[in-house]
């Protein structure tokens, strides 16, 4: 095996803290939309076949000592679900901020009450992204299925008025759907009252319908091969280490860093022959990675 497999490690790591979640978007499971159809099934979040769970302390203080030794330096402290329906979530970012890690929530606000914002902004949270596809509720209740418009709008307005004259960054995401392509503007106007950022964000094409009709909106896709498994590192809520943000069912287990040092998961020949594979899809496209042929990001 090529050393250079080893050699560059990343400095950004995602860690899953609950991948349960109090919505149900029909376009979760960006890249298991091509296996899950096969199967008649859809990328609804309830679709997810791996176990659910919740992290627990004893998995996240190995999870932060190993991560520290490793050389991560930025964490974003969610992946497959609602990061803060973990009740000790406000906590768990203070102990990820005490260990000198750069802590970024990306959450869909329902759960984000004035309280807990002001937790999360106290122990040091560098950003807080709100995930809002859409101006209106009939809009956004198409696309973040059993949502709250007008609460999700009120915890974003606290939640911007408690960051003033702190360090911590407040944005709101608006991925464009061909449900809320007509929002766009009245969405970035009231972003502007709020005193939010505001940026757009292209749809992953995990269902078909939902492609924006307007081509300006449509999400570019990178060449492969693809770099993302050089620059991040995942670790699910029971500990499993995963390549990929796109790997949401844990299909390329590398290891768990409850029993494993994550020095030893990265160097592991798997772990080693995976990214060689993944580097060499146009030398070798027979050896892709079977979660990389349906990625949407790389093409």
Same mark, same amino acid.
């Given at each position: 095996?090529?050393?250079?497999?080893?050699?560059?490690?990343?400095?950004?790591?995602?860690?899953e803290v609950?991948?349960?979640?109090?919505?149900?978007?029909?376009?979760?499971?960006?890249?298991?939309?091509?296996?899950?159809?096969?199967?008649?099934?859809?990328?609804?979040?309830?679709?997810?076949?791996?176990?659910?769970g919740? *992290?627990?302390?004893?998995?996240l203080?190995?999870?932060?000592?190993?991560?520290?030794?490793?050389?991560i330096?930025?964490?974003?402290?969610?992946f497959?679900?609602?990061?803060?329906?973990?009740?000790?979530?406000?906590? *768990?970012?203070?102990?990820?901020?005490?260990?000198?890690?750069?802590?970024?929530?990306?959450t869909?606000?329902?759960?984000?009450?004035?309280?807990?914002?002001?937790q999360?902004?106290?122990?040091?949270?560098s950003?807080?992204r709100?995930?809002?596809?859409?101006?209106?509720?009939?809009?956004y209740?198409?696309?973040?299925?059993?949502?709250?418009?007008?609460?999700?709008?009120?915890?974003?307005?606290?939640?911007?008025?408690?960051?003033?004259?702190?360090?911590?960054?407040i944005e709101?995401?608006?991925?464009?759907?061909?449900?809320?392509?007509?929002?766009?503007?009245?969405?970035r106007?009231?972003?502007?009252?709020?005193?939010?950022?505001f940026?757009t964000?292209?749809?992953?094409e995990?269902?078909?319908?939902?492609?924006?009709?307007?081509?300006a909106?449509?999400?570019?896709y990178?060449?492969?091969?693809?770099?993302?498994i050089?620059?991040?590192?995942?670790i699910?809520w029971?500990?499993?280490?995963?390549?990929?943000?796109?790997d949401?069912?844990?299909?390329?287990?590398m290891?768990?860093?409850?029993?494993?040092?994550l020095?030893?998961?990265?160097?592991?020949?798997?772990?080693?022959?995976?990214?060689k594979n993944?580097?060499?899809?146009?030398?070798?496209?027979?050896n892709?990675?079977k979660?990389?042929?349906?990625?949407?990001?790389?093409?």
């Amino acid at each position: 095996m090529n050393y250079r497999y080893f050699i560059k490690k990343p400095k950004r790591a995602f860690i899953e803290v609950t991948n349960h979640c109090n919505l149900n978007c029909q376009y979760c499971l960006v890249g298991r939309q091509g296996e899950l159809s096969q199967k008649g099934r859809t990328t609804f979040h309830n679709e997810m076949e791996r176990s659910f769970g919740y *992290m627990s302390w004893e998995t996240l203080n190995k999870a932060g000592v190993e991560l520290k030794q490793f050389g991560i330096k930025d964490i974003l402290f969610f992946f497959q679900g609602e990061p803060l329906l973990h009740k000790e979530y406000p906590e *768990m970012v203070k102990f990820l901020v005490d260990l000198k890690f750069v802590v970024s929530c990306f959450t869909n606000g329902t759960e984000l009450k004035k309280t807990v914002a002001e937790q999360l902004i106290k122990n040091g949270i560098s950003k807080i992204r709100f995930s809002i596809d859409g101006a209106s509720q009939e809009t956004y209740n198409k696309n973040r299925i059993g949502g709250d418009f007008d609460r999700v709008i009120k915890n974003l307005k606290d939640t911007v008025l408690l960051s003033k004259g702190t360090k911590t960054k407040i944005e709101w995401q608006y991925i464009i759907l061909s449900s809320n392509e007509h929002e766009i503007q009245s969405a970035r106007k009231m972003a502007k009252e709020i005193g939010v950022d505001f940026f757009t964000k292209g749809f992953r094409e995990s269902v078909p319908d939902l492609i924006p009709k307007n081509p300006a909106y449509r999400s570019k896709y990178l060449k492969k091969p693809c770099n993302d498994i050089f620059n991040q590192i995942g670790i699910c809520w029971n500990g499993d280490v995963v390549p990929c943000c796109y790997d949401i069912d844990g299909k390329e287990i590398m290891g768990n860093v409850t029993n494993e040092t994550l020095s030893a998961i990265w160097k592991k020949k798997t772990y080693a022959q995976f990214r060689k594979n993944v580097r060499n899809v146009n030398i070798s496209p027979e050896n892709e990675p079977k979660i990389c042929i349906d990625c949407l990001r790389w093409k």
